[in-house]
């Protein structure tokens, strides 16, 4: 029963975080009569309010990593855009979600705990963009390219999501943010071909 209620808490948590995208609107006390336990109940299964943001953004990445995962297994013949085509939808799907986990200040992310937990999406992501590179590139190399990569994927998801992208067109913002993100890879690719 204890288990089931901390993943009803984390479920109910990540649930309003989704509806309300604002981490600011998502109470104890809202979570709790979700739940159906009163808020203060909610210490028994979480040292602090951070400890439960902790999970839930532990939580949040293994199901956008999970959902990753299964598009690639359905389109493995272009498997790069797949993956990054599979990210946006998902951020999109849960913007909420994806604010929680890159901009909002709601945890120390620097935790042992947190950076043990997210590890394994974070070198899947390695993993699947390096797919067709084999060993040919070095790991400081690989961690340039995904730093880069992510930065400008990032950067535009984040103005997708916040309204704030020039393309009003949510599709077309899509396909450029997808093509932009491509052509840098590549870029970046090549560059290190030639060095």
Known sequence: MAQNTKQQIIE???ALIDETQDIREVKLRKIARRV???HT???NYFASLEDL???CIEVAIIKGAAYVRQELQANKADYLY???AAQLDFALEHPGWY???WIENVADKTTEVYQNNIQQPRDEFIEFMFLNQANQISKEDKYWIVDLVHGYFHGDLVKLI?????IEDQEQAKDYILEN???LYETLIQKLKSK
């Open 82 to 84: 797949t993956f990054f």
């Open 41 to 43: 109940s909610i210490y």
């Open 36 to 38: 159906g336990i009163a």
């Open 99 to 101: 604010k929680f986990i």
């Open 53 to 55: 943001y902790l999970k």
């Open 181 to 183: 993100t491509l052509q």
């Open 12 to 14: 109910e948590t990540l």
């Open 162 to 166: 916040s309204g704030r992208m020039h």
